[in-house]
């Protein structure tokens, strides 16, 4: 996956492109850097309409290459390091978003496929197709 980011950027265009290729995880972007292992404060949550122009100091236009073997805790340095941005990747979990600080040493697939398998609606699909418990 590759996300162009430049100046007129928004936080919610980068999560939609990243949403596109990993449906269960988001991005949320945060004024300050947490610590691996670490959740991020809600107080501290930046709104998806910011431009990056309004974030950095700097101008931007860079390319972002993200790969589905990269760790959590690579993909959230990589923004950090490359863009001067703090986020957090967060999982589905039971029908909420939480932020994955215990995964951070787990790749985004198998994140990906961790919040999947916790998803309501994966559930249901298994029941729709006849997977219920009982049913051979």
Not at 35 to 64: A, C, G, P, W, Y
Not at 77 to 92: E, N
Not at 97 to 118: A, H, I, M, P
Request: hydrophobic share 30%.
């Amino acid at each position: 996956m590759h996300i162009h980011i430049h100046d007129k950027t928004t936080l919610g265009e980068i999560q939609n492109v990243f949403g596109t290729y990993y449906p269960y995880l988001r991005l949320r972007f945060y004024k300050h850097p947490h610590q691996h292992f670490q959740i991020s404060s809600e107080k501290e949550r930046l709104s998806e309409d910011l431009h990056i122009e309004n974030i950095r100091q700097t101008h931007m236009d860079k390319v972002l290459e993200i790969m589905p073997t990269q760790r959590v805790d690579e993909v959230e340095d990589l923004f950090l390091k490359q863009f001067g941005l703090s986020v957090q990747i967060l999982k589905k979990e039971k029908n909420e978003w939480v932020q994955t600080t215990g995964l951070d040493s787990y790749s985004l697939k198998e994140v990906n496929e961790f919040s999947r398998n916790d998803s309501d609606e994966f559930v249901i699909r298994d029941y729709d197709e006849g997977f219920e418990e009982g049913v051979f």
